[in-house]
């Protein structure tokens, strides 16, 4: 944008350019996830005290029962391991018994700490659910209440699927992994050092491509969704390298860049592909890559807390911004069926729907990585998939976060276990998500002294929650404290302000206040600093500043 600088709202260093847009200025991006946006209520609606909502207890086994909705459609959900009786009662009056028992009760536990709006949570064992439970609000204004058919955004766990299905294409000799860029995009040239001649399909899906992975072509496929493939091309090719060489840099751009080679090498978008290749044959019926296919009253909606309560965000996804890195919604019901395939060497229904080399090769840690997301470790990196270890298991994960949403999807290849849980909130949730987890494991596998980890667990989530909730009182408090006046009527900066890799960014005045927009990504402007014609907005989950130069004696700013 001429005339315009973009700059995190942390910092009181002046930003690049805009159209010198670095990595570290797009804040809310996937890879950031460790610290989330300071968006997240103490108005205790997550698993109220009055009824988590209107569910039903199938209860088994002593050791293995079902949290399921009225409403669940039996006959498309994995093996649910055989029931005796069916218990009406409401899910906080009624703890069923075994490892199941243990991770409700601990999940009950956990709804006076109000850690996120809803949550579903689904464990799978060997091949049959085990547990799957929903907690919560999907719509809080709505009163709709999670239920296994809720479909949730799940933003970066997007990647194992576009991973296993490169490896399937691979496999049926569709596509060569380790074939290099131009073959599948002749009328790329990259900018030296970079070259698309030693780039492959394999080192965009495992990180180490060497690329950037910020600029325009992540902030148009995740966030403005203006783009074309011929403009990604272009794009692409003035994209500079990054500075970890070839070594493991986790990011969109290489799934986004890979995706470009398939939709090229098949003739078909990559939303089609996974429908194909993964979800049908799975029998993944609630799942898909297009915003457009599901009804808003199937949504879970997006939330974040602020000192006055939960407050709903605004639903940034639509079909032109789901992408290959982060570009799907689904439910917990589609999501045991893919663990239950991952587990299972390709197997389900008694069918094998996936080769068992496909699985094992998008599990095969390719890329070196050091890294860790709370207690689950990530040492290396498959095809979508980051595989590590939590306390002392081998333990194959990928996580995704958003504006308003998390998700916890993982495994123990050896223990057969398999846990996901969904939230509607990426601040507050996260953390929430991570313990439900934790624990699950821990309960699954017939750990001892689970009374003394669900405290452990509790207590350090009270903590965690709490300094989060002080970190965003006093960004609320510091915002509130900058004076909202500004030299020039708000008029004076409104106006449409071009970038030929980032975009349109359009400036409005409504209802006596500005709004920024660059294509599906929207914000209402604060004063950051008004002398220097400094506004803040939040376009891409967090806090940036753009900067207004007025000429001398203008009452405009300069286009």
Known sequence: MAHSQWSSDRRTAQAPPAHAFGPGVISGLDRNLLSPPLVDSPERQLLSGRRLMNMRILLGTSTALALTSCSTQAAQQP?????????????????????????????????????????????????????????????????????????????????????????????????????????????????????????????????????????????????????????????????????QGRNFEYGNMGYNVASMAIDEALGESWKDVLAGEIFAPLGMISTTAYRSSVDESQLAMPYGWEPDGWERKRYAKDDSNMHAAGGMMTTTTDLARWLIVNMNEGRIDGRQVLPAAVIAEAHKAVADNDDAWGPFSRDGYGLGWHVGVFDGSKQIHHFGGFTGFHTHVSFMPDERIGVVVLVNDSGLGAGLATSVASFAYDAFRGLDSLDTRSADYLSALSEQGESRRDRIRADRERRAARSQELPHPLEAYAGIYESPGLGRMVWTVRDGRLHAAIGLAQSVVEVFNGEENRLRVELTGSGMVVSFDFPEGADRAAA
Do not use: C
Request: no cysteine.
């Open 79 to 243: 093996p649910v391991v055989a029931t005796d009786a069916i218990m009406t009662e409401p899910a906080e009056n009624w703890i069923p018994t075994g490892p199941a028992a243990d991770l409700h009760r601990f999940i009950l536990n956990t709804r006076d700490l109000d850690l996120s709006p809803g949550l579903a949570v689904v464990v799978v064992q060997g091949d049959e659910v085990v547990y799957s439970a929903d907690f919560g609000f999907a719509d809080r204004e709505g009163g709709r209440e999670v239920d296994p058919e809720t479909i949730f955004y799940i933003a970066s766990s997007t990647k194992s699927f576009t991973g296993m299905a490169a490896a399937k294409l691979a496999h049926d000799g569709r596509l060569d992994l380790d074939a290099p860029l131009s073959a599948y995009l002749p009328d790329l040239h990259m900018t030296p050092p970079l070259s698309e001649d030693s780039i492959t399909l394999r080192q965009l899906l495992t990180h180490t491509h060497g690329i950037n992975n910020g600029g325009p072509i992540v902030l148009r496929t995740a966030f403005t969704g203006e783009h074309t493939p011929e403009m990604l091309l272009d794009l692409l090719a003035q994209q500079p390298a990054g500075d």
